[in-house]
Protein backbone atom coordinates (compact mmCIF):
# COMPACT_ATOMS: atom_id res chain seq x y z
CA UNK A 1 0.00 0.00 0.00
CA UNK A 2 1.16 3.42 -1.37
CA UNK A 3 1.62 6.21 1.60
CA UNK A 4 2.63 9.93 0.47
CA UNK A 5 2.98 12.09 3.58
CA UNK A 6 3.61 15.97 3.95
CA UNK A 7 4.99 17.89 6.57
CA UNK A 8 6.24 20.99 7.41
CA UNK A 9 3.40 23.37 6.53
CA UNK A 10 2.90 26.36 8.88
CA UNK A 11 2.11 30.20 8.96
CA UNK A 12 4.82 32.64 7.97
CA UNK A 13 5.07 36.26 7.66
CA UNK A 14 6.32 37.87 3.56
CA UNK A 15 9.84 37.17 3.28
CA UNK A 16 9.70 34.07 5.68
CA UNK A 17 10.67 30.58 4.91
CA UNK A 18 9.81 26.80 5.28
CA UNK A 19 10.90 23.96 4.27
CA UNK A 20 8.16 20.70 2.81
CA UNK A 21 8.95 16.89 3.39
CA UNK A 22 7.59 14.60 1.83
CA UNK A 23 7.73 10.40 2.93
CA UNK A 24 6.84 7.83 0.22
CA UNK A 25 6.29 4.48 1.15
CA UNK A 26 5.23 1.41 -0.74
CA UNK A 27 6.37 2.17 -4.28
CA UNK A 28 9.27 2.37 -5.93
CA UNK A 29 10.52 6.06 -4.52
CA UNK A 30 13.95 5.45 -6.35
CA UNK A 31 12.61 4.88 -9.87
CA UNK A 32 9.77 7.81 -9.65
CA UNK A 33 9.41 11.08 -10.69
CA UNK A 34 7.87 13.58 -7.73
CA UNK A 35 6.38 16.69 -7.36
CA UNK A 36 4.76 19.58 -5.58
CA UNK A 37 1.34 21.02 -6.45
CA UNK A 38 -0.71 23.85 -4.37
CA UNK A 39 -4.05 24.58 -4.11
CA UNK A 40 -5.87 27.44 -2.83
CA UNK A 41 -9.31 28.40 -1.90
CA UNK A 42 -11.37 28.77 -5.36
CA UNK A 43 -8.94 27.57 -7.55
CA UNK A 44 -7.54 24.99 -9.72
CA UNK A 45 -4.81 22.71 -7.98
CA UNK A 46 -1.26 23.74 -9.90
CA UNK A 47 1.90 22.46 -10.41
CA UNK A 48 4.99 23.74 -8.20
CA UNK A 49 8.10 21.63 -8.77
CA UNK A 50 8.78 18.45 -10.47
CA UNK A 51 11.93 16.30 -10.34
CA UNK A 52 13.54 13.30 -11.89
CA UNK A 53 14.30 9.80 -9.94
CA UNK A 54 17.96 10.87 -9.81
CA UNK A 55 17.64 14.77 -8.95
CA UNK A 56 19.05 15.43 -12.25
CA UNK A 57 16.10 16.81 -14.01
CA UNK A 58 13.89 19.52 -12.39
CA UNK A 59 11.44 21.77 -13.37
CA UNK A 60 9.71 24.92 -11.97
CA UNK A 61 6.51 26.74 -12.23
CA UNK A 62 7.71 30.27 -13.28
CA UNK A 63 5.77 31.63 -10.04
CA UNK A 64 8.33 30.19 -7.67
CA UNK A 65 11.50 29.96 -10.09
CA UNK A 66 14.21 31.23 -8.29
CA UNK A 67 12.61 31.48 -4.86
CA UNK A 68 11.47 27.15 -4.21
CA UNK A 69 14.05 24.48 -4.56
CA UNK A 70 12.68 21.11 -4.80
CA UNK A 71 15.34 18.13 -3.79
CA UNK A 72 14.67 14.50 -2.99
CA UNK A 73 17.05 11.88 -0.83
CA UNK A 74 16.39 8.36 -2.50
CA UNK A 75 17.99 7.02 0.06
CA UNK A 76 14.72 7.69 2.41
CA UNK A 77 12.24 8.12 0.61
CA UNK A 78 11.75 11.16 0.44
CA UNK A 79 11.60 14.83 -1.04
CA UNK A 80 11.73 18.55 0.05
CA UNK A 81 10.52 21.50 -1.02
CA UNK A 82 12.61 24.42 0.38
CA UNK A 83 10.78 27.56 -0.06
CA UNK A 84 12.38 31.32 0.50
CA UNK A 85 10.63 34.65 0.09
CA UNK A 86 7.85 33.99 0.67
CA UNK A 87 4.69 35.85 -0.51
CA UNK A 88 0.82 35.60 0.69
CA UNK A 89 -0.21 34.65 -3.12
CA UNK A 90 2.03 31.73 -1.69
CA UNK A 91 -0.67 30.85 0.52
CA UNK A 92 -2.40 27.33 -0.71
CA UNK A 93 -2.29 23.83 0.52
CA UNK A 94 0.29 21.94 -0.79
CA UNK A 95 0.45 18.37 -1.87
CA UNK A 96 3.12 16.00 -3.14
CA UNK A 97 2.50 13.22 -5.88
CA UNK A 98 4.34 10.70 -7.36
CA UNK A 99 5.17 9.48 -10.35
CA UNK A 100 4.85 6.08 -12.60
CA UNK A 101 7.45 7.00 -14.50
CA UNK A 102 11.49 7.59 -13.43
CA UNK A 103 11.02 11.28 -15.39
CA UNK A 104 9.07 13.29 -17.72
CA UNK A 105 9.19 15.42 -20.45
CA UNK A 106 7.36 17.53 -18.53
CA UNK A 107 5.81 17.52 -14.72
CA UNK A 108 2.88 19.40 -14.82
CA UNK A 109 0.32 17.44 -15.51
CA UNK A 110 -1.74 15.79 -12.72
CA UNK A 111 -2.37 12.82 -14.96
CA UNK A 112 0.83 11.80 -14.41
CA UNK A 113 1.14 11.00 -11.05
CA UNK A 114 -0.88 8.20 -9.25
CA UNK A 115 -0.01 8.57 -5.61
CA UNK A 116 -0.57 11.79 -3.82
CA UNK A 117 -0.62 12.59 -0.02
CA UNK A 118 -3.07 14.60 1.93
CA UNK A 119 -1.15 18.13 1.89
CA UNK A 120 -0.21 20.14 4.25
CA UNK A 121 -1.13 24.18 4.53
CA UNK A 122 0.95 27.10 4.21
CA UNK A 123 0.08 30.33 5.01
CA UNK A 124 1.56 33.87 4.19
CA UNK A 125 0.73 36.58 6.10
CA UNK A 126 1.45 40.43 4.73
Known amino acids: QVQVVESGGGSVQTGGSLRLSCVAS????????MAWFRQSGGKEREFVAG????????AYADSVRGRFTISRDNAKNTVFLQMYSLKPEDTAVYYC???????????????????WGQGTQVTVSS
Open 97 to 115: AGGRAPYYTTYEPMGQYDY
Open 26 to 33: GLHFGMSA
Open 51 to 58: ISWSGGDI
